[in-house]
């Protein structure tokens, strides 16, 4: 993959997540839930105001801000980042952080609230969605890669200069 489709990427990515929510908020309301695997996975509706696990319900416009700074954010790490074999994965999580990102901003902004669907019903675990899916992914595959796989002097790019120069 070449970092010029990073952006074709997240619109990939986006639109799948806003087809599931479209589905799920045309058919779960009035249908479901839909029991995939009997008291283990249930396809499921919910608004959630939130964030994760419905936190900080009605904060409108800190989640609008807090991911439009996110994005910057991401955007110029992505477009720092040498275009090469080694930095792949870090490229595919930001690129996923960004899909989900901007996939439950659309909602929000839309909706004023972010469509979720999916419920693990076995562990009572909070309802999520596809754009979930992909920053939690993402999140915890940057956090191993940056723990266990990239040195410090292979994130310099994100500095704009080396680690003697701070």
Not at 16 to 25: F, G, H, P, S, V
Not at 138 to 147: P, R
Request: glycine share 6%.
């Amino acid at each position: 993959m070449k970092k010029k489709f990073g952006v074709l990427w997240v619109i990939l990515l986006v639109a799948l997540d806003q087809i599931t929510k479209y589905w799920a908020e045309g058919y779960l309301p009035n249908n479901g839930p839909v029991k995939l695997i009997k008291d283990v996975f249930h396809l499921e509706y919910l608004q959630n105001r939130g964030i994760a696990f419905g936190m900080f319900q009605g904060k409108f416009l800190f989640f609008v801000f807090t991911t439009i700074i996110i994005l910057v954010m991401i955007g110029y790490i992505y477009y720092r980042m040498p275009d090469t074999k080694r930095y792949r994965p870090l490229q595919f999580c930001t690129i996923f952080i960004a899909a989900g990102a901007i996939g439950n901003m659309i909602d929000r902004v839309v909706n004023n609230y972010v469509i979720d669907f999916f419920y693990f019903k076995l562990i009572d675990f909070p309802i999520f969605n596809v754009a979930d899916i992909y920053v939690t992914v993402a999140v915890s595959v940057l956090f191993i890669l940056l723990l266990f796989v990239y040195k410090d002097e292979e994130l310099q790019f994100i500095y704009g200069r080396n680690k003697t120069e701070r």
